[in-house]
């Protein structure tokens, strides 16, 4: 079994920070890229950023300049260090994984995702 699961969200006032982490787990051969998602109410799931394997960084342009992604592949989890954080912030914020198994079975995987709200 896999399972990636999130944690961090909050409130937070206008202007100030959050971390949030995922954490992968189970029979895992290799994780291939991690990302972050964000959906808020009535609006479409939308990506927010990427890591890949090879280090690779891709954020949306909504957030590139006050979000960093970063992960320990030896704990198996990605981080979104997010600042400078406005009220359009507000949303579930998912994690996502393309996997591996150890029987060499890649899928992607979500988590349940974490509540993010931002006070002005």
């Known amino acids: 079994q896999v399972q990636v699961v999130e944690s961090g969200g909050g409130l937070v006032q206008a202007g100030g920070s959050l971390r949030l982490s995922c954490v992968a787990s189970?029979?895992?051969?290799?994780?291939?890229?991690m990302g972050w998602f964000r959906q808020a109410p009535g609006k479409q799931r939308e990506l927010v950023a990427i890591i890949t394997s090879g280090g690779g960084l891709n954020y949306a342009d909504s957030v590139k300049d006050r979000f960093t992604i970063s992960r320990d592949n030896a704990k198996n989890t990605v981080y979104l260090q997010m600042g400078s954080l406005k009220p359009e912030d507000t949303a579930v914020y998912y994690c996502?994984?393309?996997?591996?198994?150890?029987?060499?079975?890649?899928?992607?995987?979500w988590g349940q995702g974490t509540q993010v709200t931002v006070s002005s």
């Open positions: 996502n994984a393309v996997i591996m198994s150890n029987g060499m079975n890649t899928r992607v995987y």
């Open positions: 189970g029979s895992i051969f290799r994780i291939n890229h």
